[in-house]
């Protein structure tokens, strides 16, 4: 209902103009540059995050600003950017009147600064503050949110972006973040307040009405003819999944969940699932003061995402040609000969077919287990709370192969903390260029066959990123000692 009176409201294209050149991503970057308390040394990089109230003007001008939580009140929160090699220190001071904590989402990080509450740390409680301290292993996109009642917290805008760069990466003109994210709002632009209803836990998650980049709804990206961007994007969605066109501009995909691939030419939309991350090489080619709109078509409505506005006056009139690969990630291969062996099935939500789960141990039909707030399991075990016994239990540098399949009617993006994953065959077909992900998208009746080595030790959460779905059941445990 309200999805439609919002993305009905044509009226709205025109709001863009009402922002600085290059969009929200420009302001992100000038806003990190800001909150920096520390001047940044070469071999740690400290920063501030706030995590509290307020005001951020979704919709545009015609609406009232939408009250969000955000990371220095800020959505997306402060863009952090690294060098590779470079240690983080951010210090999070809870301004909010719940408990938080902050989860590096991608990172391969000691247990310690997961963020995890209840799991890796105690949650910062209101006027508290944590410090969390590390040196990612691995350069790319990834990006940092709430890890306490997510489902609400990263609804309501406590996201942002975390880009670690490589040493030498490919020459572009510029280097855009798109967080991308849905919002559900009322008619005021308020935020619904029905986090975790019944129906979206047991369906497709919270899918909103208001789609957005950098947490404005239609805003418009201005680009020059002949320009080369390397665009990240990052899906900061509770639930939705994007499947994005760029028309004819057919950009060229280097990156999946922050991890080098080998590159290749995106003739068809790119499915960017919930907590997924791509990084893609564009070539601005058209004319002079032209536009062309970014398409989602994902589910069965198509929308305009954004609009690529051209300036009137050319950047050059050739097409940049320097190479665009990436360094390939240094991220330990597992041994695919000398590996133990997990089978991981999700079932459950509606029409799942799930008759029956443990939960605490004990078998309880779907309705028991509903009543208590629980739909989905995982190899017929409902994940209730962090800690719990877990569904694989290894030693340190053990390599795992883990089939999953998706025996339920919706989509479930898997993330494993702590380590990326080889996807090495979709439906029993193999890949030919297998490649790292950390939160792959999988289908309905879908199975994935992957590969990692258990190399970081500590207990690692494993869940659908569908918000919604974690919360009712859909979430395990990962112990490697
Ligand atoms: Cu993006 Cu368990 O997190
Ligand atoms: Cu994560
Ligand atoms: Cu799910």
């Known amino acids: 209902m309200h999805r439609r009176a919002f993305l ?3 009226g709205l294209t025109a709001i863009g103009s009402a922002f600085p ?22 071999s740690y990089r400290a920063i501030n995050l706030t995590t509290k109230p307020g005001k951020v003007n979704i919709v545009g001008p015609d609406f009232p600003a939408t009250d969000v939580w955000g990371f220095n009140g800020q959505v997306p929160g402060t863009a952090i950017r690294l060098q590779h090699g470079q240690t983080l220190k951010a210090t999070v001071n809870n301004a909010l009147d719940v408990p938080t904590a902050v989860h590096w989402h991608g990172i391969r990080l ?47 805008g406590l996201y942002g972006p975390l880009i670690i760069e490589e040493a030498e990466s490919p020459q572009v003109d510029r280097d855009l973040v798109w967080m991308i994210d849905d919002w559900r709002l009322l008619e005021d632009a308020s935020i619904r307040n029905d986090f975790a209803a019944g129906h979206d836990v047991s369906h497709a998650g919270r899918i909103g009405n208001v789609p957005t980049v950098n947490g404005r709804f239609r805003d418009i990206v201005k680009v020059r003819t002949g320009e080369r961007i390397r665009l990240r994007v990052i899906n900061a969605s509770n639930a939705r999944n994007f499947a994005l066109s760029f028309g004819e501009l057919m950009p060229t995909v280097i990156a999946i969940d922050g991890q080098a691939i080998k590159p290749y030419t995106a003739s068809d939309s790119i499915t960017i699932g919930a907590a997924g991350r791509v990084d893609l090489i564009i070539d601005m080619q058209g004319e002079p003061g032209s536009s062309m709109a970014v398409v ?60 029956q789960a443990k939960l605490d141990g004990k078998w309880l039909s ?32 053990t390599s795992v192969i883990l089939t999953i399949r998706n025996e339920t009617a919706f989509p479930h993006p898997m993330h494993l903390h702590g380590h990326h994953m080889k996807l090495l065959s979709v439906d029993g077909n ?33 869940h659908c990123h569908v918000l919604e779905h974690h919360a009712a059941g859909l979430g395990a445990l990962v112990r490697i000692a």
Do not use: C
């Not at 990190?32 to 001047?39: H, K, L, P």
């Not at 503050?129 to 306490?148: I, K, N, R």
């Open 430 to 462: 193999a890949l030919s260029n297998p490649y790292w992900v950390d939160s792959p998208l999988l289908m309905p009746r879908q199975t994935m066959e992957f590969a990692f080595v258990a190399d970081n030790p500590g207990e690692w959460l494993f």
């Open 296 to 355: 989602d078509s994902f589910y069965s409505d198509a929308f305009d995402l954004t609009k690529f506005v051209y300036e009137k006056t050319p950047l050059r009139h050739h097409v940049l040609d320097g190479p665009i690969g990436l360094a390939a990630a240094t991220i330990p291969e597992p041994d695919l000969s000398n590996a133990i062996k997990q089978e991981v099935v999700i079932a459950g939500g509606a029409m799942g077919g799930l008759q």
């Open 8 to 10: 009905a409201w044509g």
């Open 21 to 42: 050149v290059s969009g929200a991503a420009k302001n992100v970057a000038a806003a990190s540059v800001n909150t920096n308390t520390t001047t940044p040394s070469d």
């Open 366 to 397: 779907l309705r028991e287990i509903a009543q208590q707030g629980y739909v989905w399991a995982i190899n017929d075990v409902v994940g209730h709370k962090p800690a719990m016994p877990p569904l694989i239990d290894t030693k340190k540098d």
């Open 110 to 156: 000691p247990n310690a600064m997961d963020g995890v509450a209840g799991l890796t740390q105690p949650a910062i409680q209101p006027g508290e503050s944590f410090q969390y301290e590390f040196t990612p292993p691995d350069a790319g996109t990834y990006w940092y949110h709430s890890h306490v009642n997510a489902y609400e917290q990263v609804g309501r």
